[in-house]
Each structure stands twice: as C-alpha cells, then as structure tokens.
C-alpha cells in the first residue's frame, strides 16, 4: 500500500487507517462526528498528501490547458485557482481538478489521488496531439500536502508565518514561508469552509504537522481523517469522483454546468456537452434527506413516490451538523425539483425522503 | 478494551447474557470501538424468530454498514428501542444501555459452541 510522508505519526497518535485507492490513509483520530463538529466550529487538520500534483508548463500551456478542461483557465491572473471537470470527447468526466495558475506559461494541476496515473496518461496523450509546445510532468512525489480548514484556521497559521493571509483571498495562493519552510499555500479546502491547503516538500511533512498542531492548540485544531472530510463535503455538496461524478456521468447533468464555458473555441468535450445542454440533460444530481430511519448508501435505488425506479444515490451519511440522515444522487429531472418526494430502497425497504436545496448547510 | 466476566462471545464480536433460559445480546467494546460513531441500528420484531448465525439486523456506523448476526436459536422478546433515537448508546455503554435484543433460547446446548471471557480475549490478541 502507498503511504504519505505521515504514515507513522497516525500510527502513533492513534489514527484509525484505512486503504483508500490503494493509499493507506487516517479515516480517523477522535471520531469522525467530533472531528467533524470540531472543523464546522474551530479548525481541523488533514493529512491530503494522497492527492497527485501534474504540472504542465511551455509557450502554449494556457490555451492548452483552456482545451483539456472545461472551465476557463488562461485568462484569469497569475495565483488564482480554478475548479474544473476535465472530460472526454462523450463528455463523461476524467476528473475534477483544481487548477493553480502559476505563470502564463506553467500551471499546477491537483488531481485525485486514485486518479493521478490516469489523469498523467490521459493529459500527457492530449498533449502530444495539440498543436503547440507542452511539457507535462507528474510531481506527485514530491509534495506534502496539508489542508487546515475550519473557521479559526487564519488565526492558527497565522502564527507560523510573517505573510499577510488577507492577501490570499478564497481560490488564491501565494508562496510564503510557514514555520520557517517556503511552500505554496491557497485558500482552499474540501470542507465547505475557510481554510488553507498547504504543498511542500514531503521531508518537512512531520515538522509542519508538529508545529500547525502546537499553534492550533488553543484554538481547537485537532487533527482530522477522511470521514471528516467526507462528510462534510458532503453537506456542502461537494462532488467525489467515483461517487458523484465518473466517467458515466457529465458535468450538466453532476450541476458543474458553471465550470463549462461553451464561448471557448473548443475544449475536449464540448461538442458532446452541447449536445446534452441543448436537449436538456434527462436526469440531474440532487440532494435529499431522508423523512424516516435509514441512511442512503452509495448505489442504493432511488423510486419515484409510485415506486418506479428513477435513478441511485452516488453518496449518502448521517450529516453531523443537521443530525438527519442525507445524500446525493441523480434522479429523472422531471422528479428533480426541491419538494419533490421520492423513496429510497435501503435493504428491502423503501424510506421516503424530499429532494431540497442545496448545498445542505 | 473492556471484556466483562459471566459473558458469552462470538467471532462476530457479539456478546450474550444468559439468566434463566432468557438471552440478551449485543455487541462488545472492541466491536464499537472498530465501527467508530454509531448512527444507525435496524431491529428486528418481537416475536420473530431466528436460527443461530442468522442475520437479525444491521449495524450502520457513519462510514460503513455491518450486519448484526445472531449468537443462539430462539425468539426475540424484546428490542432496544432507545437504540432507534440514541444509537450512540452502542459505543458509549455496550454491555449495558447499549444492549440490541433480547432472546428467548430454544437450544442451550448452543451456548457451548461460544467463548468466555478468557477465550474472547484470547481471540482478540489473535485477531490483532
């Protein structure tokens, strides 16, 4: 199994771990519902070391990138971050990305960690078609990526740096020394709520994590697993590729229709895409809590209130902060309107739930 | 990692009392610690009955589900129904409040086939 530069300090403060795409990873320290009211409240912080860095540099790196995915990358300015599907010419979807925008020429691409070899073929091959210069280059190893999020997380990493973290607004980064150590950090997360991702090199991974854990102390930062982090991007509705979106499922019908900008000259997927846009894509993601006991597990069927099936749940928990049991999944879009009752299939029974808007919270 | 006296277990990290012919059950400290946040329990009825090794119920912590399975033969009396709003009662008192059925024994000879107290933790450093 592949492990972060972390490994053995969750081993040694007790983490419980779990193989995750073949990664073995802290699912969690102090339980997965505290941690996740601790994250909401105070601040968390996540070991997502996992996660794969690409980095495609050249002359031609922004029209380039403006083709792989769907969302506009080349024109926003130098240390933004932008979200993006990156799909395939049927328009199902490779991955969902985060996309640093470095230079004009040079751009960081954060992919899922189960994704990264995938996603390293699957850009180096578009690139050796596209016309102009490009490199791509894999450096997943040689980052350590650290993500504190929560509420209080400026207050806590700001004792560990000289620079001004209000110079780094929400989907911004710079590079600034953190506890003596220079790194790229962005205002970024995957919990819905402030906080800073933090990419440097894997050898200084346990003097960050000491030192962030020590400054957070008074604060409440504790450290926190993949549960958290499941749950609550999930009440914040958050995708998870393998769950929510896949190679099965488009950007349109997953609500990513923000992240597709149909005005680019082309973008791999786009005739596919438009085709979906124009007749309306038959079935939608949808948020939905359960009205009676149960909690809806990923594939579980989802029926419409005459008991005919219309689609399955792509994610489905107990949601700490509302204390109901939620989830997501893709229904025909003509049962897809907050209000609308539809049933779930736990097991063998049906439990009804509403579809609502979201994000949950 | 609590593992009380006068109790039998299962390979299933079950635990059962018996007094009288009468049975209760549930699951044991090492059981809730592994499942994390309990969030869930579907019960069986009263009245239903079960062979021993059957699939009674299921189990839901936040991240997985686990079915509950049955340690002896015999007719559930009671269910725990304090467990359908508080849940979490499974991981804070297992052996006590946190109890899930209640069973009347059809065959007690079936009692020989589970561990004690010794065994159990000797299974558990096993398992380990």
């Known amino acids: 199994m592949e492990k972060t530069p972390l490994n053995s300090v969750h081993h040694e403060m007790g983490a419980k771990m779990t193989d995750f795409g073949g990664w073995e990873m802290p699912v969690e320290y102090s339980g997965i519902i505290d941690e996740h009211k601790t994250v909401r409240r105070d601040a968390g912080l996540f070991d997502v070391s996992h996660m794969g860095e690409i980095v495609v540099r050249g002359q031609e790196a922004g029209s380039f990138i403006d083709y792989l995915v769907t969302n506009r990358v080349s024109t926003v300015p130098q240390g933004k971050v932008v979200y993006s599907p990156m799909c395939y010419p049927e328009g199902g979807i490779v991955d969902d990305l985060l996309i640093y925008k470095i230079q004009d020429d040079q751009y960081f691409l954060v992919v899922n960690a189960s994704n990264t070899e995938k996603d390293f073929a699957w850009i180096s091959e578009q690139a050796a078609k596209f016309s102009g210069e490009v490199e791509v280059k894999n450096h997943s190893r040689n980052y350590a990526l650290l993500a504190l999020q929560g509420p209080r997380s400026e207050e806590i990493l700001s004792q560990l740096t000289p620079a001004s973290l209000d110079d780094i607004p929400a989907f911004n980064f710079s590079n600034i020394e953190v506890d003596g150590i220079d790194m790229l950090v962005s205002r970024t997360g995957y919990t819905g709520e402030d906080g800073f991702e933090l990419y440097f090199a894997p050898e200084k991974a346990e003097k960050i994590w000491q030192s962030l854990l020590k400054a957070g102390e008074r604060a409440g930062l504790k450290p926190a697993g993949l549960g958290a982090r499941d749950t609550l991007r999930l009440e914040k509705c958050l995708c998870l590729y393998g769950n929510d979106i896949s190679k099965e499922t488009n950007p349109l019908e997953a609500g990513l229709g923000w992240t597709v900008k149909f005005d680019k000259d082309d973008f791999v997927g786009k005739d596919a895409l438009e085709r979906v846009k124009e007749a309306g894509p038959p079935r939608k993601l949808v948020g939905f809590i359960l009205q009676d006991r149960g909690i809806a597990r990923h594939n579980y069927p989802i029926l419409s209130s005459q008991e005919e099936e219309i689609g399955h749940v792509t994610s489905g928990s107990y949601s700490p902060s509302l204390e109901e049991n939620i989830g997501l999944g893709y229904v025909e879009s003509s049962q897809a309107q907050p209000g609308q009752i539809i049933k779930i299939k736990i097991r063998s029974r049906l439990v009804s739930a509403e579809v609502v808007e979201t994000p949950f919270i | ?128």
Do not use: C
Not at chain 2, 15 to 33: C, P, R, S, Y
Not at chain 2, 106 to 125: P, T
């Open chain 2, 1 to 128: 990692m609590k593992v009380p006296e006068g109790l039998y277990y299962t390979e299933d990290h079950e635990w059962l009392k018996v007094e009288n012919g009468a049975g209760t059950m549930g699951i044991t400290d090492f059981a809730q610690e592994e499942l994390g946040d309990i969030v869930f329990v579907e019960l069986p009825e009263v009245g239903d009955d079960f062979q021993q090794h059957d699939n009674f119920g299921v189990i839901e912590s936040v991240k997985a589900v686990s079915d509950l399975y049955i340690p002896v033969s015999g007719e559930i009396t009671g269910i725990n129904e304090k467990l359908l709003d508080q849940p979490e009662l499974v991981n804070d008192e297992p052996y006590q409040e946190g109890w899930i059925v209640k069973i009347k024994l059809s065959d007690e000879g079936e009692l020989d086939e589970l561990m004690d107290a010794e065994d159990y933790r000797e299974f558990l450093k096993e398992e380990a």
